[in-house]
C-alpha cells in the first residue's frame, strides 16, 4: 500500500515534509508534484498518476490536489483504498464558478517575476488550471465511491467550509474533520492538527505509533 500526497496550487510536493516525517512510513509514501502546465486536465493527470504509482493507493489531496484524488478514485476505485480530501469539492455552485473565472483571468495577467504564490507558473498554466477547477463536476458520481474518506478542511478557510461539508454529507462513508486555525493549505497552517487526523484515519489500516 502506497500513501500519496498531492499538493494544491502554489505548493509542490515540499509542503508535505511534516506530514511524511511525523508519520514515519518511509518508502511507502509519495510526495508527488502535479504536472501543471498549458495541457494540464484533472482527469488526465489522475490517469498519469494512476499509471505511474504501483499497487493499492490511499491518496491525500489538497485543493487542486483533491480533485485529482477524486478523479482517481472514480477511475479506479479498487485500487485507491481510502482518501483524505483537503479543501476539496464536488463542483462549484454558479457564484463560485464566476468567480474562478474572474481570479484565474488576473491572474494570469500579474508578472512572471510576481507569479511566486502561483508556483511560478506560466500564463497558459494558470488559465488551464482555474479552468479545470471551475468545470470540475464530480456530484453526481459521488455514490460510486465506497471507500472510506476523510474531508478536512480549515477553519479560517471560509470559502471551502460548506463546500467541504456538502462533499462528506454526499459521500457514502465520510467524515468531516475542521482543524482550529487552519486556513485553506491547512497540512501548512496546523501541520501537527492536519497530520495527527491523517494518522488517526489511517490506523485501521496501517501500523503506526
Same mark, same amino acid.
Given at each position: 500500500m502506497t500513501l500519496v500526497f498531492l499538493h494544491g496550487l502554489g505548493t509542490g510536493p515540499e509542503a508535505w515534509e511534516p506530514q511524511l516525517a511525523a508519520l514515519d512510513?518511509?518508502?511507502?509514501a509519495v510526495a508527488a508534484r502535479l504536472r501543471l502546465d498549458r495541457d494540464f486536465t484533472i482527469e488526465g493527470e489522475a490517469d498519469r498518476l494512476l499509471r505511474e504509482l504501483p499497487g493499492e493507493l490511499d491518496v491525500c489531496g489538497l485543493s487542486l490536489g483533491a480533485l485529482v484524488a477524486l478523479k482517481m478514485a472514480l477511475a479506479r476505485p479498487e485500487r485507491v483504498r481510502r482518501l483524505v480530501l483537503c479543501a476539496g469539492f464536488a463542483s462549484l455552485p454558479r457564484r463560485f464558478?464566476? *468567480?474562478?473565472?474572474?481570479?484565474?483571468? &488576473?491572474?494570469? #495577467? /500579474?508578472?512572471? +517575476?510576481?507569479?511566486?504564490?502561483l508556483g511560478g507558473l506560466d500564463r497558459a498554466a494558470i488559465r488551464?488550471?482555474?479552468?479545470?477547477?471551475?468545470?470540475?463536476?464530480?456530484?453526481?458520481? *459521488?455514490?460510486?465511491?465506497?471507500?472510506? &474518506?476523510?474531508? #478536512? /478542511?480549515?477553519? +479560517?478557510d471560509r470559502a471551502n467550509l460548506g463546500l467541504s461539508r456538502a462533499l462528506a454529507a454526499a459521500l457514502?462513508?465520510?467524515?468531516?474533520?475542521?482543524?482550529?486555525?487552519?486556513?485553506?493549505?491547512?497540512?501548512?497552517?496546523?501541520?501537527?492538527?492536519f497530520t495527527d487526523a491523517v494518522r488517526s484515519f489511517l490506523a485501521p489500516s496501517r501500523s503506526q505509533p
Open positions: 512510513v518511509g518508502p511507502e464558478r464566476a *468567480l474562478q473565472a474572474a481570479v484565474g483571468t &488576473v491572474a494570469a #495577467l /500579474v508578472p512572471a +517575476r510576481a507569479r511566486g504564490e488551464a488550471v482555474f479552468r479545470e477547477g471551475r468545470r470540475f463536476d464530480v456530484a453526481d458520481e *459521488l455514490g460510486r465511491l465506497t471507500q472510506p &474518506v476523510l474531508v #478536512l /478542511v480549515g477553519e +479560517r457514502p462513508d465520510a467524515r468531516l474533520e475542521v482543524l482550529p486555525g487552519a486556513g485553506h493549505v491547512a497540512n501548512v497552517d496546523a501541520p501537527a492538527l
